[in-house]
């Protein structure tokens, strides 16, 4: 059961900690500093190697205790290396933010199948290779936890070039519906949010030239939408205001798929 508990709108997570995948990247760090902001201890995750620098420093900005785990989440022994450093640090682990991804772009009848599979191998299954590990110790607790998974609008509609993204981030919705099912009698909500295309320098690299001037005038909010946007999406998410909200993929495009 997804217990209900009385709520003030305030979003706090204090006490609790959260891992963030990605964390050393545009979304998951401003995910972090949403979560710091609101007094959760962070684990942040990533594949750069300044992660831990990034951790330090969201330490000294918030007062709260961060550290960062250099990881792979396509090597198991790494992802498994990311659950013992957070019980060794923090003892318990509440929130664990799917913000990692990487994109190529290419005609399908063009593209690398190895590129398809990286993407798959990084936004779904690293995803999954993670949550597992980390949804069996929320069950082990026995007190809930809260799934958050950066998709996209790539994942349910179709865009130019995007075969191997489309295909990581439709199969990262569907997780999310399964994991959703089968986890609310843990307590645990699995959600998701949809962005389009976000100001950074993943979202930046994908779309220049005419194509970013035609799909500005495709969203009728006229704009491309900014990392903490979609930070703050991630963060409601995260506490007990949704706590009725499980299986959920929000869209956040501006209106973008509406029509
Ligand atoms: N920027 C956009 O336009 C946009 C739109 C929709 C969805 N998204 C999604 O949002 C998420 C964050 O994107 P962003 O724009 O912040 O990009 P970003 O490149 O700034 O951040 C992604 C982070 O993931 C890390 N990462 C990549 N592969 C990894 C791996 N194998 N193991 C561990 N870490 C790895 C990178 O090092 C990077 O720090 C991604 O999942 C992306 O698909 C982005």
């Known amino acids: 059961?997804?217990?209900?508990?009385?709520?003030?709108?305030?979003?706090?997570?204090?006490?609790?900690?959260?891992?963030?995948?990605?964390?050393?990247?545009?979304?998951?760090?401003?995910?972090?500093?949403?979560?710091?902001?609101?007094?959760?201890?962070?684990?942040l995750v990533d594949v750069k190697d300044d992660v831990p620098q990034v951790a330090e420093d969201l330490e000294k900005e918030f007062g709260v205790r961060?550290?960062?785990?250099?990881?792979?989440?396509?090597?198991?022994?790494?992802?498994e290396n990311v659950v013992r450093e957070t019980?060794?640090?923090?003892?318990?682990?509440?929130?664990?933010?799917?913000?990692?991804?990487?994109?190529?772009?290419?005609?399908?009848?063009?593209?690398?199948?190895?590129?398809?599979?990286?993407?798959?191998?990084?936004?779904a299954i690293g995803a999954f290779r993670l949550t597992q590990k980390i949804g069996q110790v929320m069950i082990?607790?026995?007190?809930?936890?809260?799934?958050v998974c950066?998709?996209?609008?790539?994942?349910?509609?179709?865009?130019?070039?995007?075969?191997g993204y489309t295909m990581s981030k439709a199969a990262?919705?569907?997780?999310?519906?399964?994991?959703?099912?089968?986890?609310?009698?843990f307590g645990i909500?699995?959600?998701?949010?949809?962005?389009?295309?976000?100001?950074?320098?993943?979202?930046?690299?994908?779309?220049?030239g005419e194509v970013k001037e035609r799909m500005l005038k495709a969203i009728p909010a006229n704009r491309f939408a900014e990392a903490d946007e979609i930070a703050a999406a991630i963060l409601f998410l995260s506490c007990d205001e949704s706590n009725m909200i499980t299986g959920e993929n929000l869209v956040i495009d501006g209106g973008f798929t509406i029509q």
């Open 140 to 147: 082990e607790q026995g007190k809930g936890g809260k799934i």
């Open 1 to 43: 059961m997804i217990q209900y508990k009385p709520v003030t709108g305030e979003f706090d997570l204090t006490g609790k900690t959260a891992v963030v995948t990605g964390g050393a990247g545009a979304i998951g760090l401003e995910t972090a500093r949403m979560y710091a902001r609101k007094g959760a201890n962070l684990v």
């Open 189 to 208: 909500n699995v959600n998701g949010v949809a962005p389009t295309v976000v100001r950074t320098v993943l979202g930046e690299r994908a779309w220049q």
């Open 172 to 185: 990262m919705i569907g997780m999310i519906k399964v994991l959703a099912l089968e986890w609310a009698e």
């Open 87 to 123: 019980l060794k640090t923090f003892g318990e682990v509440h929130i664990l933010a799917n913000v990692a991804g990487r994109v190529d772009l290419d005609n399908a009848e063009d593209i690398d199948v190895r590129l398809v599979e990286n993407q798959i191998n990084v936004n």
């Open 150 to 163: 950066v998709t996209s609008q790539a994942g349910f509609i179709a865009i130019d070039k995007h075969i």
């Open 66 to 79: 961060a550290i960062g785990v250099h990881a792979d989440l396509t090597s198991q022994d790494d992802v």
